[in-house]
């Protein structure tokens, strides 16, 4: 998932700069001040509508979580092709902090962090060197397999056939080593079967996100 580096980018969400200007001009190390990444109009409105300040980490994985919703994604699509998503923000903080909390979830996945990805659906079958050289999916068995021998278990038709950036990440992610000179490492293994099963998590809590994303449109926070 290449969204690794993205999220590691803390000014993202946040600048940091020194208090003072002592750190340019000697060798004393001030302390970093953190800093809202975040429009300050736009802050100061959700925290009046809100009658509470958001962290920007909050604001995020609201962001995140209303991205991923299916309703959205449809409802707006052709809006999408041709410009930046505006993202609808509720009025009812209770909502808000709920669509955060399935954006964490997300996030955390999406980073290969979540302790939800402790226990793999996926698992590595078959005797062999573990060199990715043709690829097949067998629908009825759930199998990708890399060779003639060995395979991925557990991976559905929905979970191989789920696109981000337009394209299949189980595919793409396997495609990417074929041919190499050595085979798959017991890590890159470990990877992909989380890989996997991020994307069957990230598609429970869409499900979730999707039931009450409608509400979110019903009261609307209006930026001036």
Not at 132 to 146: A, F, P, S, T
Request: hydrophobic content about 30%; proline content about 4%.
């Amino acid at each position: 998932m290449n969204l690794r580096k993205s999220f590691k980018n803390k000014r993202i969400i946040s600048i940091y700069h020194t208090i003072s200007e002592k750190y340019l001009t000697n060798n004393e190390k001030e302390p970093l001040q953190k800093q809202p990444n975040i429009n300050s109009k736009i802050y100061n409105t959700l925290t009046e509508a809100y009658n509470k300040e958001p962290t920007p980490e909050e604001i995020l994985y609201y962001i995140y979580s209303v991205l991923y919703s299916n309703v959205y994604r449809t409802k707006y699509s052709e809006f999408l092709r041709m410009d930046f998503p505006r993202i609808p923000f509720t009025k009812d903080y209770e909502l808000f902090s709920k669509m955060g909390i399935y954006g964490k979830r997300l996030t955390d996945l999406h980073l290969l962090e979540s302790s939800e990805l402790d226990n793999p659906i996926a698992r590595f079958q078959g005797e062999g060197e573990g060199k990715v050289e043709k690829l097949r999916y067998d629908n009825e068995q759930g199998h990708v397999y890399i060779n003639a021998d060995q395979y991925f278990e557990g991976v559905t038709k929905e979970i191989w056939e789920y696109q981000i950036g337009g394209y299949q990440v189980c595919h793409k992610w396997l495609k990417d080593r074929k041919d190499r000179i050595k085979p798959l490492s017991n890590e890159e293994i470990k990877h992909y079967s989380k890989i996997v099963t991020a994307l069957q998590k990230t598609m429970e809590i869409q499900k979730s996100i999707d039931e009450i994303y409608p509400e979110i449109e019903k009261d609307i926070i209006e930026f001036r």
